[in-house]
């Protein structure tokens, strides 16, 4: 089993930053990546960004250029920076961690919310 507890959202206005961060604990040493999903009222979940075990990352097309992941290893943390922030980056993200075996683990989510 993996834990995931999210920290870091709130309100915030256009052009701004915020950022989140994510620990990990439990079973993490089968972790083969992890990172952000969002999902807005009425929308489908989406990826946001990922990173591997080796640093490789994986952005959203929407946030690519604006979100910068990072790990700590030593800490079992994640963090996502997200600068120039806009209205439509308003969701509820989700810590998520995937491990070697297809096994996916989700955080409780923080609310994220860009006021115009």
């Known amino acids: 089993q993996v834990q995931l507890v999210e920290s870091g959202g709130g309100l915030v206005q256009a052009g701004g930053s915020l950022r989140l961060s994510c620990a990990a604990s439990?079973?993490?040493?089968?972790?083969?990546?992890i990172g952000w999903y969002r999902q807005a009222p009425g929308k489908q979940r989406e990826l946001v960004a990922s990173?591997?075990?080796?640093?490789?990352?994986n952005y959203g097309d929407s946030v690519k250029g604006r979100f910068t992941i990072s790990r700590d290893n030593a800490k079992l943390t994640v963090s996502l920076q997200m600068n120039s922030l806009k209205p439509e980056d308003t969701a509820v993200y989700y810590c998520?961690?995937?491990?070697?075996?297809?096994?996916?683990?989700w955080g409780q989510g923080t609310q994220v919310t860009v006021s115009s």
């Open positions: 998520h961690a995937k491990k070697f075996n297809g096994i996916d683990y």
């Open positions: 439990g079973s993490t040493f089968s972790i083969a990546f």
């Open positions: 990173i591997t075990n080796s640093g490789d990352t």
